[in-house]
């Protein structure tokens, strides 16, 4: 099997490569999009670099937060909750969360719904 085989589609499934696909600035910091809305996925699928996101809130999205690497502390509600590497977090939609680490955290970012941009609001 090759696994340096670059992204690719067929019918019923996708293949992507980390290195092939694109990291953006946002809110939180550097995200990686592996799978989108825009690959009319019913997820989302991003691994994240943050050190001080900007608080916000998503509507529809359910977001499930897996820490690869790093420490700092996770802002949800009125609730602080440290975060370190190999916890899972499950943010419902509207609830408010902001992430802030000296060091940064990497994460993976699993949305359902796949997050889109009209689904992101800030106090």
């Given amino acids: 099997m ?3 085989a670059p ?3 067929g019918p019923g499934y996708l293949v992507r490569r980390l290195d092939e696909a694109p990291t953006v600035p946002c809110p939180c910091g550097q995200s990686t999009r592996l799978l989108t809305f825009e690959d ?3 997820a989302n699928f991003h ?3 943050i050190t001080d996101s900007v608080k916000h ?3 529809r999205c359910t977001e499930l937060y ?3 690497e790093g420490t700092g502390e996770l802002e949800l509600n009125d609730d602080l909750v440290s975060v370190e590497p190999g916890m899972l977090i499950v943010i419902e939609p509207y609830t408010r969360h902001r992430l802030r680490s000296t060091e940064g955290v ?3 970012v699993l949305g359902i719904p796949a997050w889109h941009p009209d689904d992101e609001y800030f106090d």
């Fill in 2 to 4: 090759d696994t340096s």
């Fill in 7 to 9: 992204s690719r589609t």
């Fill in 40 to 42: 009319a996925s019913p």
């Fill in 47 to 49: 691994v994240t670099f």
């Fill in 57 to 59: 809130y998503h509507a």
């Fill in 66 to 68: 897996y820490i690869l």
């Fill in 106 to 108: 990497r994460t993976i």
